[in-house]
């Protein structure tokens, strides 16, 4: 059972930037692909980032391709996302996800999630 803690949100002005990190504990932090999704209000949750278990695959959703960067250290069992040119529409809630496979099909565990605001 992997628990995933996410921290770093909060309200930033658009132009602005956020990192968030989600700290793992409860399993081998290394073995899993690590991503991060999105739910804004009334919308469905969306895959923003994912990494491999090396870090040497990774993938974007187009709307944060350029501004957004995921990492990760293994040695930490945390996962990082480095949010730049923040816009309004990347306001949403922010969730931590773990999964053994870079298709997702096997167990996912889940965050709690982060708000993170946009506004001037």
């Known amino acids: 059972q992997v628990q995933l803690v996410e921290s770093g949100g909060g309200l930033v002005q658009p132009g602005g930037s956020l990192r968030l990190s989600c700290a793992a504990s409860g399993g081998i932090f290394s073995i899993y692909v690590m991503g991060w999704y999105r739910q804004a209000p009334g919308k469905e949750r969306e895959l923003v980032a994912r990494?491999?278990?090396?870090?040497?695959?990774?993938t974007y959703a187009d709307s944060v391709k350029g501004r957004f960067t995921i990492s990760r250290d293994n040695a930490k069992n945390t996962v990082y996302l480095q949010m730049n040119s923040l816009k309004p529409e990347d306001t949403a809630v922010y969730y931590c996800?773990?999964?053994?496979?870079?298709?997702?099909?096997?167990?996912?565990?889940w965050g709690q999630g982060t708000q993170v605001t946009v506004s001037s």
């Open positions: 996800n773990a999964v053994r496979d870079w298709g997702g099909t096997g167990i996912n565990y």
């Open positions: 990494i491999s278990t090396g870090g040497l695959k990774i």
